[in-house]
Structures are given as structure tokens and as C-alpha cells.
């Protein structure tokens, strides 16, 4: 065999059984292309340094190569509904006023007075001009200098430029997104193909029906990859494994910046052949935390049907019932699979006609060794009727269980899985004598691709 | 000894809106956040200014000099410029429709 040959065929291999192409191919409705799309080309399979997670250095050239170069995710435009609301944005080191200054336009200041330096903002809130709270300089909220008290004693700033420095904004899906770097690609060039493939969810009409953060023992890394494959359900999460196609789950990259999971629901898991298809559907009725109800009292298998098709139906009613209109174009797959996007660095978001779930995992700071990992869930809600506010965002005090936050149901016991997971991971590394990891050629390919995406921004 | 003070009608103010009431000397601050109603001191604990105005957004309010918030719930303050709690009345509503707090 040439070597050529060789190399085309690594990486390829796959569960035996059924695939999530398979499935597509029992859907009764026209399946959408971008479902269709599995795009995994070969990234290699060297093992990977524990520096890049735990070292100082490692962060170090984060904050001065990634963090700002990379168009970052700061809030929902619903968290800042009317002019002079803004939002404070924290990275690493750096803080940001994200302020919106017309019906449709945000911008992004530098929060540092140009006067002695002060943060000019504290927290979130409304402002009708930015005063520092230290001697009352002055900026409108388009930061144009307004003035300082004592003027005479400032004449020579008066050749100055005073405006308040910016950094470039710009949404999509509802989100706004902030880059520090001025010769950055346009944030719907980073973004492609994501917005193709969220044509049927429009984030942006959606409002934050739960918004929950909590910071972790973790590097914000190490954080993000334990929402980045489906490997891992099989000794993390085995109570889901009825209905959880784990091994089965498909893996893409598109570019440098978005990849995607997608583990099929309602299917058992390919460790688990013998599970009934009764029991498929009452353990994920019961157990998914993102179906149209959470109970499988009073559903009965009907003769003949699969769990699959039974729950997706189940849900389709539901959800339409929620929204006030059908969801006739729906596929299954869309009604109940997990189907995870990850948009580089930090943010990641679900498709799907149940709540979009986003998370984001944030560096604590400038804390390489702890992360802020933030859950929302964006909802539909009855169309003619008013869009509720965004719900305040819910800080959990570092003690405490996901499960305690009821606004997140069923998601918060599966967090608190993960957790037992994430600052293990951390510390273990650590610890570790052989000082690397080694990936799943496959299923873990996804985080390798965020790697080789850093290594991009750290050697450019 | 506590007493009761009646106040506004209920239907006087709306959601998000803020309504300054003087009693017994004090300037407090009624309040309407998501269908209830609170009252604080009408002086924010950072720097005296009055809250009059401050925008209020679920159950926070926000002081319009330099936008500190406070969850009205507990009085408690969020951020760095004050840790010092605003004080906090119960408010209830009376027979006739208004609404009533207890000063101590």
C-alpha cells in the first residue's frame, strides 16, 4: 500500500451500524442540506501537549495572539433593548462597554477613563452619558468627550483626541459580537456557514428564557470540550444511554471557526442493542430535559411505530402547541437530536425546534486554571404575542449544583456530571506524567480541530 | 413601634416606573418591578443621589448618577462602587386599593 493511500484511509473509521445519514434517509420530510452536509476531513492523531491547558505560558499567548484577534460573543441585543442600556464585557484583562446607541446599532467602548484610567462602568445598566464616578469626566454614549470638571485646568487636552477608543461590533442570531482587532474578516465571513445552517431558527426573534453561569475549576478549554463530543455519554451519562445514540453521533468542521455534533435521540445507543423501544421512549420522555415534556406518564408505545418517530411526533404537536403554529417542515432529527454547533473560540449553540441551547466558557479572568461556563436558552414563544424580557442571568456560587438552578430542568443534573468531570481533568492533567493527551481519531476530532484552529491565531 | 403609612393608589404606578414618597421626614422610593411592588430609601448608598428615575429592569434598580444596581428584593448592591445595602419597607396593599408600607 503507498503511503498516499495510506494516509486517505486514517481516520475513517466509523461505528458499525447505523449512521445519522441512515437515519436521515426514514424521514418522511424533505431533508434540509445542511443536515445532509458530513465534512470531516483527516487532522492527524499526535498527542497533545497538557500545556496547551494548563500552562501559563499557553495563556499567555491566548491574551496577546487569540483573545484579541477573534470575533467573541458578549451579550444578547435583548439584554440591552433600549438606547444608552449597555452591557460590561470581560475578557481575560480586558473590559469593554457594549452599548447599544440606536434601534439597530451597538458600539463597543474601551472602558477606561481617558482621564486617570478608572473602569467607567461598573456593571450593567442604563446611562444617559458615561461619568466617571472618580472626577466626572464625560462621555455621550456615541463617546464623544463631553467634558470634565475644573476645565481650566485641562487646556492641553483640548488638542487632544477625547472620543472614547472602539472596538468593532457586529450581530447575528441576536448576538453581539465585539473583535479588538481592526483588520479583522467580516464577522459573516468568521460566522460561514453558520447562518446558512440556522435559516430554519432564527435566534434573533428568540428570547433568553434562563440564563445560568458558574465558574469552574477548569482551563476554559478544557470546559468547552466536555460539551464537544458524544464519546463520553457512555461512562458520564450512562442513564441516557437508552435513548442516546452515542457512538453513532457525526462529527464536522467547516473552516477554521465552526464545527458541529450531532447525536441522534430516540435511538439506543449502539452499546446498548437490547434496549425495547418502549423503554427508548419512556427513559427520554423522562430523562432528555429537551423534549416537549418530561414525563412519559400516560404515553404508550403505539403497535408498530418507532421510539424515534413516537417522540418526534410527540413533540412536534407540543412545540407547535407553544409557538401557535405548525411545524410541518420539521424533520425528526431536528424535533429531537442533539445537534450542537461550536463557533471558535467559546460559544456554542444548538439547532433544533426545542429551546436553543447556547453555552459559552469564558477564562476567569486572567485565571488560566478556572473558567465562567454560562448556560442560556433561547425560546419561542406564541407568535402575535409580546416578546417576554430576557430572564436576569442566575450566578451560582461556586459551591453550589447545577441542579439547583430549576430554570435549566433537566439540563442541570447533566451538568452536574460534566462538573464531575471538568475540574478533574484539570488537576489530573497536572498531575500526569506523560504530559499529553491522545484523542479519539474521530469522535474527539472536533476538539483537535479547535487546537489546530488556536495554533493558527498563536502563529500567524 | 412600627406604624402604617397608606400610600398611593395601586393602580398609580406601573411596571418598571418609580414614585417618590415623603413620610415622617423620609424620602423613599416606591417601585414596581414584574407586578409587585417594593419600597427603599430614596438615596442610593453610594453616593446620596436619589433614585428617582433609575431605570429598573427585572427586579434591579439602577441609579441613574452612576448606574449602580440594586435588587430591590433584598436592597442588596451588585458591582464595586458600594456594598452597603439599601434599606427595604414592606409594602402591602389596603383595602381600599392603596398601597401601604410599615416604617419602623
Given at each position: 500500500m503507498s503511503e498516499l493511500i495510506k494516509v486517505k484511509q486514517q481516520?475513517?473509521?466509523?461505528?458499525?451500524g447505523l449512521s445519522y445519514q441512515d437515519l436521515l434517509n426514514d424521514e418522511t420530510i424533505e431533508v434540509p442540506a445542511y443536515l445532509r452536509e458530513d465534512s470531516n476531513p483527516y487532522m492527524g492523531d499526535e498527542d497533545i501537549d497538557v500545556a496547551r491547558w494548563i500552562g501559563r505560558d499557553f495563556h499567555e499567548q491566548e491574551k496577546k495572539k487569540l483573545w484579541p484577534k477573534v470575533w467573541q460573543m458578549t451579550c444578547r441585543e435583548e439584554d440591552i433593548p433600549e438606547v444608552g442600556d449597555h452591557h460590561v464585557y470581560e475578557i481575560v484583562d480586558q473590559s469593554i462597554i457594549v452599548t447599544r446607541t440606536g434601534e439597530n446599532e451597538f458600539k463597543a467602548f474601551i472602558n477606561s477613563c481617558l482621564h486617570r484610567g478608572r473602569i467607567l462602568r461598573d456593571n450593567d445598566g442604563h446611562a444617559e452619558e458615561f461619568v466617571c464616578p472618580f472626577h466626572g469626566a464625560t462621555w455621550d454614549i456615541h463617546g464623544n468627550f463631553k467634558g470634565i470638571p475644573c476645565k481650566w485646568d485641562f487646556s492641553h487636552l483640548d488638542e487632544k483626541d477625547m472620543s472614547l477608543p472602539q472596538v468593532k461590533t457586529g450581530t447575528w442570531g441576536g448576538f453581539i459580537f465585539i473583535n479588538f482587532d481592526e483588520d479583522c474578516v467580516p464577522l459573516d465571513d468568521y460566522l460561514s456557514p453558520l447562518p446558512e445552517h440556522f435559516a430554519r431558527f432564527p435566534l434573533h426573534d428568540y428570547y433568553k428564557g434562563a440564563h445560568v453561569e458558574r465558574v469552574v475549576q477548569c482551563n476554559w478549554k478544557v470546559g468547552a470540550e466536555a460539551f464537544m463530543e458524544s464519546f463520553h455519554t457512555l461512562e458520564t451519562h450512562s442513564e441516557i444511554l437508552t435513548f442516546?445514540?452515542?457512538a453513532n453521533s457525526q462529527y464536522d468542521t467547516f473552516g477554521d471557526h465552526v464545527s458541529r455534533s450531532v447525536t441522534p435521540m430516540g435511538v439506543p445507543s449502539p452499546?446498548?442493542?437490547e434496549v425495547t423501544e418502549a423503554e427508548t421512549m419512556r427513559d427520554i420522555l423522562e430523562l432528555s430535559?429537551?423534549?416537549?415534556?418530561?414525563?412519559?406518564?400516560g404515553h404508550e408505545m403505539p403497535e408498530g411505530l418507532t421510539a424515534r418517530t413516537y417522540v418526534a411526533e410527540t413533540n412536534r404537536e407540543m412545540f407547535s402547541e407553544i409557538i401557535g403554529e405548525p411545524l410541518d417542515q420539521a424533520t425528526k432529527s431536528e424535533l429531537e437530536d442533539a445537534i450542537l454547533y461550536m463557533l471558535f473560540p467559546n460559544t456554542q449553540v444548538w439547532t433544533g425546534y426545542h429551546g436553543n441551547i447556547v453555552y459559552r466558557f469564558l477564562p476567569n479572568g486572567d485565571d488560566h486554571t478556572s473558567c465562567i461556563f454560562e448556560t442560556m436558552i433561547l425560546m419561542r414563544y406564541p407568535k402575535g404575542t409580546k416578546k417576554p424580557d430576557p430572564a436576569e442571568k442566575n450566578t451560582l456560587r461556586p459551591d453550589q449544583a447545577f441542579s439547583e438552578a430549576p430554570e435549566i430542568g433537566g439540563l442541570g443534573p447533566v451538568f452536574d456530571q460534566d462538573d464531575s468531570n471538568m475540574a478533574a481533568v484539570q488537576k489530573g492533567m497536572i498531575a500526569s506524567r506523560k504530559g499529553k493527551v491522545s484523542l479519539a481519531s474521530y469522535q474527539e476530532s472536533r476538539i483537535r480541530h479547535l487546537?489546530?484552529?488556536?495554533?493558527?491565531?498563536?502563529n500567524a | 413601634m412600627a406604624t402604617t403609612d397608606t400610600l398611593i393608589p395601586a393602580t398609580d404606578i406601573t411596571d418598571n416606573q418609580t414614585v417618590p414618597v415623603t413620610l415622617d421626614g423620609k424620602n423613599i422610593l416606591i417601585c414596581k418591578a414584574n407586578g409587585d411592588f417594593y419600597a427603599v430609601d430614596n438615596m442610593c448608598t453610594h453616593q446620596r443621589a436619589e433614585l428617582t428615575g433609575g431605570r429598573i429592569r427585572n427586579c434591579f434598580l439602577a441609579c441613574p448618577l452612576h448606574g449602580v444596581r440594586f435588587d430591590l428584593r433584598t436592597g442588596k448592591?451588585?458591582?464595586e462602587l458600594t456594598r452597603v445595602p439599601l434599606k427595604t419597607y414592606d409594602v402591602s396593599l389596603a383595602d381600599n386599593g392603596n398601597l401601604q408600607i410599615e416604617l419602623d
Amino acid at each position: 500500500m503507498s503511503e498516499l493511500i495510506k494516509v486517505k484511509q486514517q481516520g475513517e473509521a466509523r461505528c458499525e451500524g447505523l449512521s445519522y445519514q441512515d437515519l436521515l434517509n426514514d424521514e418522511t420530510i424533505e431533508v434540509p442540506a445542511y443536515l445532509r452536509e458530513d465534512s470531516n476531513p483527516y487532522m492527524g492523531d499526535e498527542d497533545i501537549d497538557v500545556a496547551r491547558w494548563i500552562g501559563r505560558d499557553f495563556h499567555e499567548q491566548e491574551k496577546k495572539k487569540l483573545w484579541p484577534k477573534v470575533w467573541q460573543m458578549t451579550c444578547r441585543e435583548e439584554d440591552i433593548p433600549e438606547v444608552g442600556d449597555h452591557h460590561v464585557y470581560e475578557i481575560v484583562d480586558q473590559s469593554i462597554i457594549v452599548t447599544r446607541t440606536g434601534e439597530n446599532e451597538f458600539k463597543a467602548f474601551i472602558n477606561s477613563c481617558l482621564h486617570r484610567g478608572r473602569i467607567l462602568r461598573d456593571n450593567d445598566g442604563h446611562a444617559e452619558e458615561f461619568v466617571c464616578p472618580f472626577h466626572g469626566a464625560t462621555w455621550d454614549i456615541h463617546g464623544n468627550f463631553k467634558g470634565i470638571p475644573c476645565k481650566w485646568d485641562f487646556s492641553h487636552l483640548d488638542e487632544k483626541d477625547m472620543s472614547l477608543p472602539q472596538v468593532k461590533t457586529g450581530t447575528w442570531g441576536g448576538f453581539i459580537f465585539i473583535n479588538f482587532d481592526e483588520d479583522c474578516v467580516p464577522l459573516d465571513d468568521y460566522l460561514s456557514p453558520l447562518p446558512e445552517h440556522f435559516a430554519r431558527f432564527p435566534l434573533h426573534d428568540y428570547y433568553k428564557g434562563a440564563h445560568v453561569e458558574r465558574v469552574v475549576q477548569c482551563n476554559w478549554k478544557v470546559g468547552a470540550e466536555a460539551f464537544m463530543e458524544s464519546f463520553h455519554t457512555l461512562e458520564t451519562h450512562s442513564e441516557i444511554l437508552t435513548f442516546t445514540g452515542d457512538a453513532n453521533s457525526q462529527y464536522d468542521t467547516f473552516g477554521d471557526h465552526v464545527s458541529r455534533s450531532v447525536t441522534p435521540m430516540g435511538v439506543p445507543s449502539p452499546h446498548m442493542p437490547e434496549v425495547t423501544e418502549a423503554e427508548t421512549m419512556r427513559d427520554i420522555l423522562e430523562l432528555s430535559g429537551r423534549m416537549a415534556t418530561d414525563s412519559a406518564e400516560g404515553h404508550e408505545m403505539p403497535e408498530g411505530l418507532t421510539a424515534r418517530t413516537y417522540v418526534a411526533e410527540t413533540n412536534r404537536e407540543m412545540f407547535s402547541e407553544i409557538i401557535g403554529e405548525p411545524l410541518d417542515q420539521a424533520t425528526k432529527s431536528e424535533l429531537e437530536d442533539a445537534i450542537l454547533y461550536m463557533l471558535f473560540p467559546n460559544t456554542q449553540v444548538w439547532t433544533g425546534y426545542h429551546g436553543n441551547i447556547v453555552y459559552r466558557f469564558l477564562p476567569n479572568g486572567d485565571d488560566h486554571t478556572s473558567c465562567i461556563f454560562e448556560t442560556m436558552i433561547l425560546m419561542r414563544y406564541p407568535k402575535g404575542t409580546k416578546k417576554p424580557d430576557p430572564a436576569e442571568k442566575n450566578t451560582l456560587r461556586p459551591d453550589q449544583a447545577f441542579s439547583e438552578a430549576p430554570e435549566i430542568g433537566g439540563l442541570g443534573p447533566v451538568f452536574d456530571q460534566d462538573d464531575s468531570n471538568m475540574a478533574a481533568v484539570q488537576k489530573g492533567m497536572i498531575a500526569s506524567r506523560k504530559g499529553k493527551v491522545s484523542l479519539a481519531s474521530y469522535q474527539e476530532s472536533r476538539i483537535r480541530h479547535l487546537h489546530q484552529t488556536i495554533d493558527k491565531y498563536l502563529n500567524a | 413601634m412600627a406604624t402604617t403609612d397608606t400610600l398611593i393608589p395601586a393602580t398609580d404606578i406601573t411596571d418598571n416606573q418609580t414614585v417618590p414618597v415623603t413620610l415622617d421626614g423620609k424620602n423613599i422610593l416606591i417601585c414596581k418591578a414584574n407586578g409587585d411592588f417594593y419600597a427603599v430609601d430614596n438615596m442610593c448608598t453610594h453616593q446620596r443621589a436619589e433614585l428617582t428615575g433609575g431605570r429598573i429592569r427585572n427586579c434591579f434598580l439602577a441609579c441613574p448618577l452612576h448606574g449602580v444596581r440594586f435588587d430591590l428584593r433584598t436592597g442588596k448592591p451588585m458591582g464595586e462602587l458600594t456594598r452597603v445595602p439599601l434599606k427595604t419597607y414592606d409594602v402591602s396593599l389596603a383595602d381600599n386599593g392603596n398601597l401601604q408600607i410599615e416604617l419602623d
